[in-house]
T-cell receptor, first 114, second 111 residues
Framework: AQSVSQHNHHVILSEAASLELGCNYSYGGTVNLFWYVQYPGQHLQLLLKYFSGDPLVKGIKGFEAEFIKSKFSFNLRKPSVQWSDTAEYFCAVKKGGSQGNLIFGKGTKLSVKP | DTAVSQTPKYLVTQMGNDKSIKCEQNLGHDTMYWYKQDSKKFLKIMFSYNNKELIINETVPNRFSPKSPDKAHLNLHINSLELGDSAVYFC??????????FGPGTRLTVT
């Protein structure tokens, strides 16, 4: 069965610090990968997605993620965080080309200190 | 215009009651989902519907039943509510294998 691991439960950074959130998945076949963000009290919003092609994916709000197939990883990065990036971040995976389950990691809470 | 909408936003009810949560999407997507987010923020798929046919049914209690009157709607009906059903329920929709778009969520509190 597929699973998604997010290594950090809670990350605390100061503004302007660089961010990297880890995500690993377990599935040997083709996958579609996603990062979602959930601001306090709000719904999930798509940050970026990877289906195929360039493994370095750029998303909204200055976020990017790199798919490393050999490491089964899809880490999220941002060079300089802002206080407004404070939120919960979820990595998710789905079998490629499938309408099946979107499997979520347990989320990483990011707190950015002003 | 809201892409995926849910009603109500908050729902407080007593144990044993029956309640429904409505979901509508105006994106023309062909697949709709229900997810449950527990108190620890963990998201788990409950159901998905594709063209009015159930294609995934995870191991949720049969007190939960999805109902899809048409392609744009997927409602969630819950019978005999229990304390453990308290959570935030998110509706979502997607086209083919694309990224699901999520609704604003319904916070259900069972007392």
């Amino acid at each position: 069965a597929q699973s998604v691991s997010q290594h950090n439960h809670h990350v605390i950074l100061s503004e302007a610090a660089s961010l990297e959130l880890g995500c690993n998945y377990s599935y040997g076949g083709t996958v579609n990968l996603f990062w979602y963000v959930q601001y306090p009290g709000q719904h999930l919003q798509l940050l970026l997605k990877y289906f195929s092609g360039d493994p370095l994916v750029k998303g909204i709000k200055g976020f990017e993620a790199e798919f490393i197939k050999s490491k089964f990883s899809f880490n999220l990065r941002k060079p300089s965080v802002q206080w407004s990036d404070t939120a919960e971040y979820f990595c998710a995976v789905k079998k490629g080309g499938s309408q099946g389950n979107l499997i979520f990691g347990k989320g990483t809470k990011l707190s950015v200190k002003p | 215009d809201t892409a995926v909408s849910q009603t109500p936003k908050y729902l407080v009810t007593q144990m044993g009651n029956d309640k429904s949560i409505k979901c509508e999407q105006n994106l023309g997507h062909d697949t709709m989902y229900w997810y449950k987010q527990d108190s620890k923020k963990f998201l788990k798929i409950m159901f998905s519907y594709n063209n009015k046919e159930l294609i995934i049914n995870e191991t949720v209690p049969n007190r939960f039943s999805p109902k899809s009157p048409d392609k744009a709607h997927l409602n969630l009906h819950i019978n005999s509510l229990e304390l453990g059903d308290s959570a935030v329920y998110f509706c979502a929709s997607s086209q083919d294998a694309g990224a699901p778009y999520f609704g604003p969520g319904t916070r259900l509190t069972v007392t």
